[in-house]
């Protein structure tokens, strides 16, 4: 799988779990301390992400990593 559709899964994950929580754009950046235009890049899959980032997210969102990270099958780690 392509970096970049790891950024457009990630995004749609981010902004279903904003969504189902009823937050908007402008809330979550202030609770994650990120700017309003860079959130909705990543939201569109056109950022990536730092960690420090994806657990700020995580933690606005009160949402287990999981939920917020694309499935990829077949991967294995040595």
């Known amino acids: 799988?392509?970096?970049d559709d790891l950024a457009k899964l990630f995004g749609l994950n981010l902004k279903m779990a904003r969504l189902k929580?009823?937050?908007k754009q402008e809330d979550?950046?202030?609770m994650a301390n990120l700017d309003r235009s860079y959130l909705s890049r990543v939201e569109r899959g056109k950022?990536?992400?730092t960690l420090d980032k994806v657990y700020?997210?995580?933690a606005a969102l009160?949402?287990?990593l999981s939920e917020l990270l694309p499935e990829?099958?077949?991967v294995k780690c040595n």
């Open 1 to 3: 799988m392509l970096q």
């Open 21 to 23: 929580r009823n937050i």
């Open 28 to 30: 979550l950046c202030a």
């Open 47 to 49: 950022n990536k992400l």
């Open 56 to 58: 700020a997210l995580a």
């Open 62 to 64: 009160d949402c287990p």
């Open 72 to 74: 990829i099958r077949g």
